[in-house]
Each structure stands twice: as structure tokens, then as C-alpha cells.
């Protein structure tokens, strides 16, 4: 059975920082690209940041460059997004998913709630 777990999420003031985790089981975890996305409350979807097999990085959108770093560990299979400086604007529920290289074939988490808010 295949499952992403997300973690890390909280209530944090403006400016504090966060790290989400995000861990795989039933999956070959290095044969997948890792992505967030987040969702606010009224919002669309958004990807925030995908990291490849090969560890390259993808940051999306401006709004978290400098901010929000994406890693992996294929030894833990997980896959983190840690987030600096945080603004309320960060505030939603944040999703892993994982995209395998050759299938193409997705699989999300059940979300993690982030809250920036003073």
C-alpha cells in the first residue's frame, strides 16, 4: 500500500520557521520526482517547489525563492520543504506528491496544515 505522510505543519508566528516532512512507504522512493504544493483556503492548488531523482531543484512560484528550500533523503525516503521566514500569505495546507520518473503515475499525501498568523 502505498502512502505519503506529511508532517511538521503547525501555527508559527510571521517571520518563524517551519520544516515539512513528507515520508513514503510502498514505493520505490528514489524512482520518483518529490514535490509541495500548497492550497489556501478559496485558492487553487499551487506547486511551491519539485525536487527530481537526481536532487535538482524546481522552485515555484517568486513568492517563496530565498524562503523555502526542497530536499530529499532516498535512504529515509522522505522528502522535506523547509520554510524561512514565513508571511501570513504562506498560510494553507500544504501536499506532497510523488511523480514517478517513467509512469508518469502520481501520488499525494493527505496534507498538512500551516498557519502564519501572529
Known amino acids: 500500500q502505498v502512502q505519503l505522510v506529511e508532517s511538521g505543519g503547525g501555527l508559527v508566528q510571521p517571520g518563524g520557521s517551519l520544516r515539512l516532512s513528507c515520508a513514503a512507504s510502498g514505493v520505490t522512493f528514489s524512482s520518483y520526482a518529490m514535490s509541495w504544493y500548497r492550497q489556501a483556503t478559496g485558492k487553487e492548488r499551487e506547486l511551491v517547489a519539485t525536487i527530481t531523482r537526481a536532487g535538482a531543484i524546481i522552485n515555484y512560484p517568486d513568492s517563496v525563492k530565498g524562503r523555502f528550500t526542497i530536499s530529499r533523503d532516498n535512504a529515509k525516503s522522505t522528502v522535506y520543504l523547509q520554510m524561512n521566514s514565513l508571511r501570513p500569505e504562506d498560510t494553507a495546507v500544504y501536499y506532497c506528491?510523488?511523480?514517478?520518473?517513467?509512469?508518469?503515475?502520481?501520488?499525494w499525501g493527505q496534507g498538512t496544515q500551516v498557519t502564519v498568523s501572529s
Open positions: 506528491k510523488g511523480r514517478h520518473w517513467t509512469s508518469g503515475y502520481e501520488y
